[in-house]
T-cell receptor, first 113, second 113 residues
Framework: DGGITQSPKYLFRKEGQNVTLSCEQN?????MYWYRQDPGQGLRLIYY???????QKGDIAEGYSVSREKKESFPLTVTSAQKNPTAFYLC????????????FGDGTRLSIL | AQSVTQLDSHVSVSEGTPVLLRCNYS??????LFWYVQHPNKGLQLLLK??????LVKGINGFEAEFKKSETSFHLTKPSAHMSDAAEYFC???????????FGSGTKLNVKP
């Protein structure tokens, strides 16, 4: 089945550690996105990529980094510079045009040890 | 600038009674509008979308929404709530540009037996 796979489902980070969240899609979408979800705040855009080898900062990019070396993959690294990383992270693809919906993965919940 | 307001953070209904989840938006252009549902620790699933065709949009699981330009509203309704409808619902508006989606803060629907 076509879809988006995020891994791991749960992740724990130690102080000063970088961690990487995986996002893979087999929907043949050019556009991919990373969102952060905190209770009562909806979704906030971290980074997005319109095409391979290109990506743009979203509204809350500080403390995060991404790469887009393959169409199918858009990993997110939460760096030690992100002081409040505890959140639910959602990856999405699609929505290349405003009338097209995004498709979401099942998320990764990141917590601090 | 685009924005989305979900007027109720929590809605509680009894099983078998109607559901109304309210969404107002602001848009400088002809918007595309979406409703998504999110079950706990899951990603967002598309319920329905409006993209300038019929103003009454039917979606999955018996949900529908009506686009009212004069009221800048896109309220989600369902005639009869089911226990499985208990979840969080997000209203989303997109700009008439590439890759920009604006999320409401979400409405949690509780369904009482």
């Amino acid at each position: 089945d076509g879809g988006i796979t995020q891994s791991p489902k749960y992740l724990f980070r130690k102080e000063g550690q970088n961690v990487t969240l995986s996002c893979e899609q087999n929907l043949n979408h050019d556009a991919m996105y990373w969102y952060r979800q905190d209770p009562g705040q909806g979704l906030r855009l971290i980074y997005y990529s319109q095409i391979v080898n290109d990506f743009q900062k979203g509204d809350i990019a500080e403390g995060y980094s991404v790469s887009r070396e393959k169409k199918e993959s858009f990993p997110l690294t939460v760096t030690s510079a992100q002081k409040n990383p505890t959140a639910f992270y959602l990856c999405a693809s699609g929505g290349e045009y405003s009338n097209q919906p995004q498709h979401f993965g099942d998320g990764t919940r990141l917590s601090i040890l | 600038a685009q924005s989305v307001t979900q007027l109720d953070s929590h809605v509680s209904v009894s099983e078998g009674t109607p559901v109304l989840l309210r969404c107002n938006y602001s848009s400088s252009y002809s918007p595309s509008l979406f409703w998504y549902v999110q079950h706990p620790n899951k990603g967002l699933q598309l319920l329905l979308k409006y993209t300038s065709a019929a103003t009454l949009v039917k979606g999955i699981n018996g949900f529908e929404a009506e686009f009212k330009k004069s009221e800048t509203s896109f309220h989600l309704t369902k005639p009869s709530a089911h226990m499985s409808d208990a979840a969080e619902y997000f209203c989303v508006v997109s700009e008439n540009n590439f890759n920009k989606f604006y999320f409401g803060s979400g409405t949690k629907l509780n369904v009482k037996p």
